[in-house]
């Protein structure tokens, strides 16, 4: 029922956000729930249990991981050798030539999902210990290019945009964490932990906690001097990395 409860969701979410136009600095919009929704939905039938009481929550699709895959912060290889998740992977309505959606066929790494992910494998060994009492999220689930192929993101977009796309993201995050039954809420980035905090509170859900988790992206200096030391560090403060590791 949970799995089918958060996809169900997203398919609105996703009809809502069809409706909005964007424009520069936008010149491509990648929908990756919609060309990459056969994936997707396997790893959230998979590993959305419901009582999973911590939810990882990231900004929008990186354009080598969650845009090729389907799957928050999703490393290519990750996503088909630990999860074991694949499926097909259309393209977008748009493509920049730059930026080809190749689906599980790519062969670029993301740095941000490898880093995330590769953590989490480390420690928990078996994606089921970590899906036990923890879910992934991307807030905004679209990724954003300029003409020149740049990654565009949800705080750049214009103003109008971007207080639309946040309403209706915002929107969905506060039905999820009901769904999930989630008491914390662990913001990858202060971006998405500004949204989960300001969300929650106007829902008047302000009793699940919101922390925050530095980024593991490489434009995140911290992030490339050891970015999963300072994650861990993170965790045991926040009483998660025993929920991690616990046999």
């Not at 398919?11 to 424009?23: H, K, P």
Request: proline share 7%; glycine share 8%; aromatic share 10%.
């Amino acid at each position: 029922m949970t799995a089918r409860e958060f996809l169900e969701i997203e398919l609105r979410l996703n009809a809502e956000l069809d409706q909005l136009v964007f424009g520069p600095p936008v010149r491509y919009v990648y929908r990756p729930l919609h060309y990459a929704w056969e994936p997707h939905q396997a790893f959230v039938q998979r590993f959305c249990r419901g009582g999973q009481s911590v939810l990882f929550l990231g900004m929008n699709p990186g354009p080598f991981g969650m845009t090729q895959t389907g799957v928050p912060f999703g490393e290519v290889n990750l996503v088909r050798d630990w999860f074991g998740i694949t499926g097909e992977v259309g393209r977008p309505a748009e493509e920049h030539p730059k930026k080809p959606v190749r689906g599980f066929a790519t062969t670029k790494s993301e740095v941000s999902g490898g880093r995330f992910w590769g953590l989490f494998r480390q420690l928990c060994r078996e994606p089921e210990r970590f899906f036990r009492h923890c879910y992934v999220h991307n807030l905004c689930p679209l990724s954003f290019m300029a003409e020149s192929g740049k990654n565009v993101t949800p705080p750049e977009l214009a103003v109008e945009e971007r207080n639309a796309l946040l309403a209706l993201c915002d929107a969905a995050l506060c039905q999820i964490v009901r769904v999930l039954g989630v008491t914390m809420v662990i913001a990858v980035g202060r971006f998405a932990e500004t949204r989960a905090r300001e969300a929650l509170a106007a829902a008047g859900m302000g009793d699940v906690r919101v922390e925050w988790l530095t980024h593991p992206s490489p434009s995140n200096p911290q992030a490339n001097t050891g970015w999963a030391e300072v994650a861990m560090a993170t965790l045991e403060k926040l009483d998660v990395l025993s929920l991690l590791t616990d046999q």
